[in-house]
């Protein structure tokens, strides 16, 4: 399986952009970049999802390299509540969603 | 809301004894799955459900049962318990119906101590 590499933890301020990197060098071309966050003592949830165009939504924009090799999440204004850990995952289609999930970035949020 | 409840939400039982988990969903989706998350490790999926009676193994499926015998339940089942089996487990389903590539939604989880 492809594997992604994320660092360990970012920390941003209140109301202030945030761009989460996460590398995938190994990426083949039919894997979905996929980003989940979990908030202290909650299940992880869905934020976005995105094959080779970038991508927006209400909760934040996906930006993917052209090479397809990195992508970046980002957050347009960070709120304390955005304070979680966030998982960029790759899944193939017709996996099931299989997710797997890595150690993810623990993003903290200073007001 | 995509409607999943897991039961219990926190258990503590002992060694040796059996324990059944429970997800339920109320929008009837075909994927289901069980992961586990443990402190140090991100969350690994058990066994997972594609239709009624349908399972697989994922990757941490020793130790662990599962059985779907209607769409809006799939229960995870610990034969006998072990301490290693301590953990929070969360259901969840996919909210495409052929679970493809798409959204996953999990249940807040079931905090379990085997003591």
């Known amino acids: 399986d492809a594997k992604t590499t994320q660092p360990n933890s970012m920390e941003s301020n209140e109301e202030e952009p945030v761009h989460l990197p996460c590398n995938h060098s190994?990426?083949?071309?039919?894997?979905?970049i996929h980003w989940y966050r979990q908030l202290p003592s909650q299940g992880p949830e869905y934020v976005i999802h995105g094959l080779t165009s970038n991508v927006n939504n209400r909760m934040a924009s996906l930006a993917i390299a052209e090479d397809r090799k990195s992508s970046t999440l980002i957050l347009h204004r960070a709120t304390l509540r955005d304070a979680a850990v966030y998982y960029c995952i790759l899944t193939g289609r017709g996996a099931g969603n299989m997710l797997t999930f890595g150690g993810g970035t623990r993003l903290m949020v200073k007001p | 809301d995509a409607g999943i409840t897991q039961s219990p939400r926190h258990k503590v039982t002992e060694t040796g004894t059996p324990v059944t988990l429970r997800c339920h969903q109320t929008e009837n989706h075909r994927y289901m799955y069980w992961y586990r998350q443990d402190p140090g490790h991100g969350l690994r999926l058990i066994h997972y459900s594609y239709g009624v009676k349908d399972t697989d193994k994922g990757e941490v499926s020793d130790g662990y049962s599962v059985s779907r015998s209607k769409t809006e339940d799939f229960l995870l089942t610990l034969e006998s318990a072990t301490s290693s089996q301590t953990s929070v487990y969360f259901c969840a389903i996919s909210l495409l119906g052929t679970g493809d590539t798409g959204e996953l939604f999990f249940g807040e989880g079931s905090r379990l101590t085997v003591l």
């Open positions: 190994t990426i083949s071309g039919t894997d979905y």
